[in-house]
DNA sequence: AATTAATTTAAACGTATGTTTAAAATTTGA
DNA sequence: TCAAATTTTAAACATACGTTTAAATTAATT
């Protein structure tokens, strides 16, 4: 039982780097066994298929982040009910930063993997996200409907489509990013830094 | 001759299509030649290999946009030598639209293309276009730090950054978007609406 | 019209993929 | 301890891919 768990956790570490760096397609289940040090058969016996461990990789973080963001949301708005949208947005920082304690660069291969899951496959990873976690999007998108409170829904749906588009590119090509604005403008930033500059833009952008 | 020059054209048409819809590397060339009516060898003999079609498909449309945009870039500057950040990119608008002459749904196929280069390949599309395209992309940035002297242009290069990943991202999935809008808001949108309710979002946010 | 060059074609090549199989090894439970 | 269930393993399978080859066809040139 120790040796299932162990080579399960095995595959989906290796799986969920090699995911985040390459995109799902790009990525055989060669490439991710022979980084887990485990046998390619493995992959089909634990996980059934290449489809299903996408999604097993998708599912812990989710697991643990959607419940977190959850949580924060609602006592922002117990604490404050007229909370701002960068409060709001802030709200997720701390849930996103924690994924970082699980695994070293989780904050970045979380919203890498979101990216590539919304971009790549067609649909069925959204269908699958929004099906299994509705409940805690919703209680966000109330949250932000009720910050702008003037801001018709349609609207709101859009603005918060751009924001999603803007984290997961910007998260997805972070790495380059980086590194171009510390040649360039010799600005030395990691994960947590760049949240912290998206934030007010995607605030600022929900809210006009 | 004419021979050759259909077959090409065949090729890119039936490529660039393809190529929004699922990607680079989830699209065969044996999916591209059945749909063009060709046969599967002539895209290595025309284009050498998949990757130089992959670019050649890009350059069919940024030859177009590039000088397009820093065209009414420079017409805007020339006028107004204050103009507002809205107004620089919607003069951005204009070129966009113009790709939707040459092919219905060129606009939207543009873009998905543009967010797919940067995405899913390592970064020699990225190559591509900024050795390629580079002073076009100057004049767009200096005209930007001009609307907005005040902002560091560090601060502008992660917040045109964002911009990028907010309106390729929304591309990329603007099919679902526009589905979901119609049917739970009654919206009925095509690419121009979406790219005027993007407009204030990005221009705030490069702003803030 | 004859020769040369350019293009198209069908077939094969070599490689890589996800998946399945069946035997070996290991762990579990009575 | 020993039989049963679980897990690991090596090998093979079937399929798909980008690319190459060489002959057939078409177009261009003289």
Redesign the pocket.
Known sequence: ????????TKILDAAEKLFAERGF?E?????ITSKAE?????????F????E?IRAVLARYLDQFMPAAADEITAIRQQKPNASLTEIFSALVAPLLALERIRAGGTRTFLQLLGRGYIESQGHLRWFITSHYGEHLNLFVTAVQQSVPNIPKADIFWRLHFTLGTVVFTMGSADALMDIAAADFGERNNIETVIRKVIPYIASGVAV
Chains 1, 2 share one sequence.
Do not use: C, E, F, Q
């Open positions: 039982m120790s040796g299932r768990i162990d080579t399960k397609s990525t055989s289940l060669r490439l485990v046998n390619l058969a493995s992959v089909n016996y634990h059934g298929s290449k489809k461990l």
